[in-house]
């Protein structure tokens, strides 16, 4: 069954970097599109990168862009978000999901917070 | 960029009553890209409708979408426990996806 786990969160201070991951499986990931959505505690849901099935192109949300590099390695099946320049603001749970249009499959979530 | 505003922002209804969410659109939206997802608490979003009125994979016949353009809806019918969730509307738009702030359905 299609499986998305991802990895990489934790506490870290402003100014920092952190890169996440998320492990696909169950499914031929090569063919598929990638997001990432965040969600600060208590909040709604708030798109973040968007990527290719080749990894061509790349999309950002204005709040990351320039902070925020998305990318896969379709040899590990395993999607990436390297952050940069962290925020207090960027503290939220950091969700993978699968598909262009719409998200069919999502990850369980990796939590990311930002505090000295 | 368009932006979706979802109404109400509290559903307060008791199990075996049905519920009508909205979510409007600041543009007109493409049918194919509006896509509704339900959220427990600690929980990852699960897709429930795509193309606006297609029913994902699993998702009972209870949940049915609706709606063009601007104006899109979610109907679940005959709430069960479980039902009682938040729900998001999202649409997809130059290579990005953007969300509605939410619905909260609770039990009256």
């Known amino acids: 069954q299609v499986q998305l786990v991802e990895s990489g969160g934790g506490v870290v201070q402003p100014g920092g970097s952190l890169r996440l991951s998320c492990a696909a499986s169950?499914?031929?990931?090569?063919?598929?599109?990638m997001h990432w959505v965040r969600q600060a505690p208590g909040k709604g849901l708030e798109w973040v990168a968007f990527?290719?099935?080749?990894?061509?192109?790349?999309y950002y949300a204005d709040s990351v862009k320039g902070r925020v590099t998305i990318s896969r390695d379709n040899s590990k099946n395993t999607l990436y978000l390297q952050m940069n320049s962290l925020r207090g603001e960027d503290t939220a749970m950091y969700y993978c999901a699968r598909n262009w249009k719409y998200g069919d499959s999502w990850g369980q979530g990796t939590l990311v917070t930002v505090s000295s | 960029e368009i932006v979706l505003t979802q109404s109400p922002g509290t559903l307060s209804l008791s199990p075996g009553e049905s519920a009508t969410l909205s979510c409007r659109a600041s543009?007109?939206?493409?049918?194919?890209?509006l896509a509704w997802y339900q959220q427990k608490p600690g929980q990852a979003p699960r897709l429930l409708i795509y193309g606006a009125s297609s029913r994902a994979t699993d998702i009972p016949d209870r949940f049915s979408g609706g709606g063009s353009g601007t104006d899109f809806t979610l109907t679940i019918s005959r709430l069960e426990p479980e039902d009682f969730a938040v729900y998001y509307c999202?649409?997809?738009?130059?290579?990005?996806?953007?969300f509605g702030q939410g619905t909260k359905v609770e039990i009256k």
């Open positions: 999202q649409q997809y738009g130059s290579s990005s996806w953007t």
């Open positions: 990527i290719r099935y080749d990894g061509s192109n790349e």
């Open positions: 169950g499914f031929t990931f090569s063919t598929y599109g």
């Open positions: 543009q007109s939206v493409s049918s194919s890209y």
